[in-house]
Nanobody, 124 residues
């Protein structure tokens, strides 16, 4: 069965960095675009970053552009999110997801599987 397992979250100071990982199994990882979303308390889940099947094109929310980098290692079936220059407003539960077919990579409704999430807290 499809499984997505995030890791790497934690507490970081403003201006600090964290690297999230998402280990995928149960499907051919290299066949799918993947994305990172986040959800803060009492807010909707929002798009953060996405990458097509071979890593050749990436997409970012304006709020993280220039600070976050999405990447993937198809040999390891793993998706990454490098987060630099973290801000308190980046605090959220971060999820990785598998985009279905040829859907819109920024739209959460076009994702068919999600991990359980990893908490990122940015605070002094």
């Amino acid at each position: 069965q499809v499984q997505l397992v995030e890791s790497g979250g934690g507490l970081a100071q403003p201006g600090g960095s964290l690297r999230l990982s998402c280990a995928a199994s149960g499907f051919t990882f290299s066949n799918y675009a993947m994305g990172w979303f986040r959800q803060a308390p009492e807010k909707e889940r929002e798009f953060v970053a996405g990458v097509i099947w071979n890593g050749g094109r990436t997409y970012y929310a304006d709020s993280v552009k220039g600070r976050f980098t999405i990447s993937r290692d198809n040999a390891k079936n793993t998706l990454y999110l490098q987060m630099n220059s973290l801000k308190p407003e980046d605090t959220a539960l971060y999820y990785c997801g598998r985009r279905r077919g040829f859907g819109d990579i920024v739209r959460k409704g076009d994702y068919d599987y999600w991990g359980q999430g990893t908490q990122v807290t940015v605070s002094t």
